[in-house]
């Protein structure tokens, strides 16, 4: 198993923490952050480490590689957002400073979704026209 494969299980195993992550979020559970923003951070870790493998890509494939990044990147900016809600009447969760609401997290987590959906069609599909 090379190390290519390896960063590439990680990311898989983060995508599926942050699909239970956001599922808990649903059920309105309290570990649901935890997961979800562990799961974020191992899927990032494994995507930006797996990115130096299209080196020696076309242009088109690097560029759906960072599209692909930026997607990662608005994932951790909705697991950042899961931890500094706080309730519609004011009363502050946390100590942090930064207020969002408690679904302010599902924006940067829907374009991570719609970005992600689109490259990961267009990714395989570009390697085999590369390949042909």
């Excluded at 992550?21 to 191992?42: E, P, Q, R, S």
């Amino acid at each position: 198993m090379d190390k290519t494969n390896i960063w590439t299980i990680l990311a898989n195993t983060g995508e599926l923490l942050v699909v239970v992550g956001a599922a808990l979020w649903i059920a309105n559970a309290d570990i649901m952050k935890y997961v979800f923003a562990g799961g974020a951070t191992l899927m990032a870790v494994g995507r930006f480490v797996a990115h130096g493998a299209s080196d020696g890509a076309s242009i088109t494939l690097r560029r759906l590689y960072v599209q692909r990044n930026i997607g990662v990147v608005m994932l951790l900016v909705a697991a950042l957002l899961m931890f500094v809600w706080q309730t519609i009447d004011g009363t502050e969760i946390g100590q942090y400073s930064l207020k969002a609401t408690k679904a302010a997290w599902f924006l940067p987590f829907l374009i991570f979704v719609v970005i992600e959906l689109y490259t990961a069609f267009r990714i395989p599909a570009q390697t085999k026209k590369e390949e042909q």
